[in-house]
């Protein structure tokens, strides 16, 4: 595709996350807001010019280049699929669906055709996790011992069809593997309910990863302390992002020399020097969209792969696993007895 091209997108739910994506997508260089389809769009007020189109069906008739997926989770399936069958692009929201027999089916359907799709894994494109990546590809922590990650908040009441799990635990799921480079090996979780909801409000997760490392994830919606924090710990230190200012700390170990020979023997840490980064930080969902527009019109650009958005789901629903059976979970079996589901 050329450059100068201006592509025409669409967007699919104008629920929270939807208007920031109109948001975004209204101001996107090369791109034009063709349309944005809601089943409530008749009690939706006007946006800025924009067709509001009761069907997907409607919007698939202005000719758009790609979707943006902004619907509940349960419903990302079958509006990916009909998308793909339509030869249309799309970035589909985290989680990529709600099982992942759903999501295989996404995977294969967008790729059978040869066509861009991702996975609204946003905090990606957060400048305090570019950074921490960056830092653990060059080797400024060493070897990567644990990676720590606290979530939490009050309760949002525009969620009502998943748990915490699925809806903020994917967060971490993803950005772990991601910013490690390593896979989920097992899971262990303990989950409790107190909203009155069918669905879980809190987990606490620990996680073995491919390179022995550790995983451990704190979330909830039930906090009125609002809280985004990853601590990457390895063998030179600490790395502390706070992904709610994009912050970025670098806590090093520090270089105790100690003449008592019997001590000597054994490894430790001390305090040592503290690193604040400067960071250039621009808004990650506007990031995101420049990625994929640009992915679309087939440049070089980092996007999530859908196949990426399913390893999270799977890890996802392992955790749900683990929690409701009381077991640790090994993602290998489980990837087994989720298969055979399948079929």
Known sequence: MSRGRTLRAGLIGLGAMGR??????????GVCLAGVSDPLASKIAPFHGVPLLNDLDDLLTLGIDYAVVATPTATHEEVGLRLAAAGVCALIEKPLAHTVDAAHRLVTAFRSRGLVAAVGHIERFNPALLSLRDRLEAGELGEVFQVATRRQGPFPN???????????????????SWVTGQDYLSVSARTISRSGRAYEDMVAVVGQL????????????????????????????????DTLTADLTFYSNGAGHTEWEALSA?????????????????????????RFRDAVLGLPADIVPLDHGLRT???SVAVLRSAHEGVTVHLSDHHRLETQKAH
């Open 313 to 315: 789901v799977a890890v």
């Open 266 to 290: 054994f490894r430790g840490v001390s305090e040592g020097a503290l690193i604040r980064y400067a960071i250039l930080k621009r808004e990650p969902l506007q990031v995101e969209h420049e």
């Open 20 to 29: 920031h994506h109109a948001r975004v997508l209204s101001g996107l260089e």
């Open 210 to 241: 491919e390179r022995s490392a550790v995983a451990n994830h704190l979330v909830n919606w039930l906090s009125p302390l609002k809280e985004r924090s990853t601590i990457v710990t390895g063998d030179l230190g600490c790395f502390v992002a």
């Open 158 to 176: 525009r969620i009502t069809d998943v748990g915490v799990v699925k809806d903020l635990a994917t967060h971490d799921i993803d950005l772990t």
